[in-house]
């Protein structure tokens, strides 16, 4: 019933694609040309305008003018260098159930449907597991290879460096649309349709151009004024009776975005699991970015569905015909080589004890990097008690948005989160919280730590890192050539299991546990 409401709309949509194909000039977009400069640091000034030449020693990329779909110039993008990526399962495996286990984990961690492990233990309550129950986890049914086009560079599924450049509330405000009109209660605010869009775009670091484009694919929110009524609670098509509404449903999407992005960035996956059992094998050569695109198409629709989706004619198109050319966005490379993390320290006052409560873990929703690592006030209690202990700044540079539990810094300066250094501090009381606009040094008080902002069970602060937009994890150890999460000299580190980890410092070690214990006791 569903896939037979999405064939009937991917036929509309195919009409309206055509549509809005036809009736666009043929020029170039309006959008300037950029000078993407690194500096010696590895951060990115603001995007200039171009044109003074600029010395031969200056790294520099250039963005053209960006061309539209039919440009006879454009030709398909390079294929990325051949990766070495997991080997599919062939054969059944057995589990014995752990505490804390559901068969929603079990069959994310294996790459199978909850129904496939339902039917081959015949479980007829999926609620209900036994810890030392052994299970059997069957073997997806291998389907054919996917697609190796690229349908967007990397720096087009992040909040990347040219993510400012892009005015959501002008673009939006061309169509009498749904989009448009819309608002809904997010966070105990009133947020329009383009703000709600903003603000996932933000907290999830993904692309607005990105998510306008793909809620155009799904239900034509971005350009009709009367959608198809189908898609009024569930604009992007996932279907569960607690994500209506555009917020969790573009949150949903940008997780999903996510996660097949940074998994592809690990060569953490092998295969795409369609809902039906079929896996699809990984063409190697893809970029990141396409893999999160196939990725979520892989939740949303049948073989034939994705197959689609994923091809010319599917978001590529609806992209290409709001945006123009997707490559010709392209900042690559979104990390500099020999990239460093600025020098930062731990992120409390002097001669006070806080918990090392929470190791690599994602750094906004589970689908990104494990970029986050949580410290609590020590001694205060559990709970979601209020604490009058400062976060302090991790390093040196410019607040550029404080609300809602969240506080942006800015490491370059310059105001665009989308470019350099960008660090997150999360939970962050509403009382004596740093405002925007103010320049902190290291050490300076950003606010108190609280359960404000997403989801918390307990007084705390959550940091990440990321770099162009680009979520960095804290599970990289300098022997890795990773990014390492360095904090007056102490070393994040991880064991593969999200929450869990170390931080290491001249042979000493915290460990992260939930609570207040000696072994994640930490201080300046």
Same mark, same amino acid.
């Given at each position: ?333 979104? +990390? *500099? ?5 600025? @020098?930062?320290? /731990? #992120? =409390?006052?002097? %001669? ?119 979520? +960095? *994890? ?5 022997? @890795?050539?990773? /990014? #390492? =999460?360095?904090? %007056? ?36």
């Amino acid at each position: 019933m569903f896939y037979s409401n999405l064939k009937k709309y991917g036929l509309a949509l195919l009409v309206l694609i055509v549509t809005l194909a036809c009736s666009q000039s043929a020029k170039p977009i309006a959008v300037p040309t950029f000078i993407i400069r690194y500096t010696s640091d590895g951060t990115i000034p603001s995007p200039l305008p171009s044109p003074s030449p600029q010395p031969e020693s200056t790294s520099v990329a250039f963005l053209p003018m960006i061309r539209q779909p039919d440009d006879v110039t454009i030709v398909s993008p390079t294929p990325d260098v051949q990766r070495q990526l997991p080997e599919l399962r062939s054969n059944e495996e057995y589990y014995m159930v752990q505490r804390g286990d559901t068969l929603g984990k079990l069959a994310a961690r294996y790459d199978v449907t909850v129904q496939m492990l339902l039917e081959r233990n015949q479980i007829t309550n999926p609620d209900l597991l036994e810890v030392g129950q052994e299970l059997v986890v069957p073997v997806p049914t291998p389907g054919e290879p996917g697609s190796a086009l690229k349908v967007i560079p990397d720096s087009e599924l992040v909040y990347g460096p040219l993510a400012s450049s892009f005015d959501l509330m002008e673009f939006v405000g061309r169509y009498d649309s749904y989009l448009s009109r819309y608002n809904e209660e997010v966070e105990g605010e009133l947020l329009t349709g383009p703000e709600i869009v903003m603000r996932v775009a933000q907290d999830y670091s993904v692309n607005p151009r990105l998510l306008l484009a793909l809620l155009e694919y799904q239900s034509g929110w971005v350009t009709q004024a009367y959608p198809s009524e189908s898609t009024m609670d569930y604009p992007i098509g996932i279907r569960e009776s607690w994500r209506k509404g555009l917020y969790l449903q573009l949150a949903w999407a940008a997780n999903n975005l996510n996660r097949g992005y940074y998994l592809w960035k690990v060569n953490g996956i092998g295969g795409w699991l369609l809902s039906s059992g079929v896996i699809i094998p990984v063409d190697p050569t893809i970029n990141a970015a396409t893999a999160g695109v196939q990725q979520l198409f892989a939740l949303l629709y049948d073989r034939t569905g994705w197959d689609y989706a994923i091809s010319e004619s599917g978001l590529y198109n609806t992209f290409s015909n709001f945006f123009g050319y997707p490559f010709d966005y392209s900042v690559d490379p979104l +990390i *500099p080589e020999n990239l460093e993390q600025p @020098d930062m320290q /731990l #992120p =409390f006052e002097p %001669d006070v004890d806080w918990a090392f409560t929470g190791g690599p873990h994602g750094g906004w929703g589970d689908g990104s990097a494990w970029a986050g690592l949580d410290f609590a006030p020590g001694n205060e209690g559990l709970g979601c008690i209020p604490s009058d202990l400062w976060v302090t700044a991790l390093t040196d540079g410019l607040i550029v948005r404080a609300d809602q539990g969240r506080v942006i810094q800015d490491l370059d300066g310059d105001g665009n989160e989308g470019t350099g250094w960008v660090v997150l501090y999360m939970h962050i009381e509403g009382r004596d919280r740093v405002e925007a606009g103010t320049f902190l040094r290291a050490g300076e008080r950003i606010g108190h730590p609280s359960c404000e902002g997403g989801f918390s069970t307990g007084t705390h602060v959550h940091l990440a890192r990321r770099y162009n937009g680009e979520w +960095i *994890p804290a599970d990289q150890m300098s022997t @890795d050539s990773g /990014l #390492p =999460f360095i904090m %007056d000299g102490w070393v994040s580190s991880g064991n593969g299991i999200e929450y869990d980890g170390l931080l290491v410092r001249d042979g000493e070690t915290v460990e992260a546990w939930e609570g207040f214990y000696p072994e994640n006791t930490i201080r300046r």
